[in-house]
């Protein structure tokens, strides 16, 4: 049973433009959520995440938002560059089950010029 | 710092053989964690270690598959007999703090 979901399998959006890619949920013990980037034939690489504690968390051009009422978070990117293409997963985790990450299927972003 | 190491990096058996794979996590991360990631699909956990002991491997199919931390340090996951449906990356991941896990490369396993 998937309990996170990417319903987007792929995104395009031009430079400069804003890129929001969603995500829901439907475990409520989840307290932890981070977005990976993967580049073909890389393994994934951190690059934002939130507590459960709050509601948005900034790191330069990515912001990720949590709604926890609607169980969805999302991650703006903004401005969007062509190097930003990439599969982006979401995933999250619970305290009570150790912390090891639940993954969605990811969406792929294309970033064009 | 150096990453996550796993070997090898490409892997193609027939059905029914049987494969091992390798991992080095970064020096210090007590938890070390299995996923599989199929093509189109999201990484999997297989197994998660604390040290050396198990923290959860509800999802490792106990059949054919086995994995091992000796020492705490690097770990092997083992596949016997493989099967066409295990086709797939095989990420190894590791961690010092909650959540942020750090991923090698991948082994990418083709079973023909």
């Known amino acids: 049973d998937q309990q996170v979901k990417q319903n987007s399998p792929s995104l395009s959006v031009q430079e400069g433009r804003i890129s929001i890619l969603n995500c829901d949920y439907t475990?409520?013990?989840?307290?932890?959520f981070l977005w990976y980037k993967k580049y073909p034939a890389e393994g994934p690489t951190f690059l934002i995440s939130?507590?459960?504690?709050?509601d948005k968390n900034e790191d330069g051009r990515f912001t990720v938002f949590l709604n926890k009422s609607a169980k969805h978070l999302s991650l703006h990117i903004v401005p969007s560059q062509p190097g930003d293409s990439a599969v982006y997963f979401c995933?999250?985790?619970?305290?009570?089950?150790?912390?090891?990450?639940?993954f969605g299927k990811g969406t792929s972003l294309l970033v064009t010029p | 710092e150096a990453g996550v190491a796993q070997s090898p990096r490409y892997k193609i058996i027939e059905k029914r053989q049987s494969v091992a794979f390798w991992c080095n996590p970064i020096?210090?991360?007590?938890?070390l964690y299995w996923y599989q990631q199929i093509l189109g699909q999201g990484p999997k956990l297989l197994i998660q270690?604390?040290?050396?002991?198990?923290?959860?491997d509800s999802q490792l199919p106990k059949d054919r598959f086995s994995a091992e931390r000796l020492k705490g340090v690097d770990s092997t996951l083992k596949i016997q007999p493989a099967k066409l449906e295990d086709s797939a990356v095989y990420l190894c991941?590791?961690?010092?703090?909650?959540?942020?896990?750090?991923f090698g490369e991948g082994s990418r396993l083709t079973v023909l």
């Open positions: 991941a590791s961690s010092l703090e909650v959540g942020e896990l750090f």
């Open positions: 475990n409520s013990m989840f307290d932890y």
């Open positions: 939130i507590s459960s504690i709050k």
């Open positions: 995933a999250a985790s619970a305290r009570n089950s150790g912390y090891a990450l639940n």
């Open positions: 020096s210090g991360h007590a938890t």
């Open positions: 270690f604390q040290n050396n002991g198990v923290v959860d």
